[in-house]
């Protein structure tokens, strides 16, 4: 079956940088769109960036030119480098596999806080 294994979030200060983790397994990973979302708390969830199958990126404004969507298709990894964060960018991030039928992980926390 289908698993999304999310890792690397924490607690970091503002300005600094982490790089999230996602372990896909149970379906072929290089054919398939990912992105990765945000749920802050009592906020909904947000897209943050999509990667495609054959790697083209998009982003949404608010993490254009802070962060980084990357994909290791050899080992089914999605990856999300972020940087210059700040308590705005504070939630919960959730790997997804896009498709007819979507799934997610069950996400990583993300804490931006001095």
């Not at 790997?95 to 993300?110: A, P």
């Amino acid at each position: 079956q289908v698993q999304l294994v999310e890792s690397g979030g924490g607690l970091v200060q503002p300005g600094g940088s982490l790089r999230l983790s996602c372990a896909a397994s149970g379906f072929s990973f290089s054919a398939f769109d990912m992105s990765w979302y945000r749920q802050a708390p009592g906020k909904e969830r947000d897209l943050v960036a999509t990667i495609s199958s054959d790697g083209r990126t998009t982003y949404r404004d608010f993490v254009k030119g802070r962060f980084t969507i990357s994909r290791d298709n050899a080992n089914s990894r999605l990856y999300l480098e972020m940087n210059s964060l700040t308590p705005e960018d504070t939630a919960v991030y959730y790997c997804y596999k896009n498709g007819r039928v979507r799934y997610r992980g069950q996400g990583t926390q993300v804490t931006v806080s001095s």
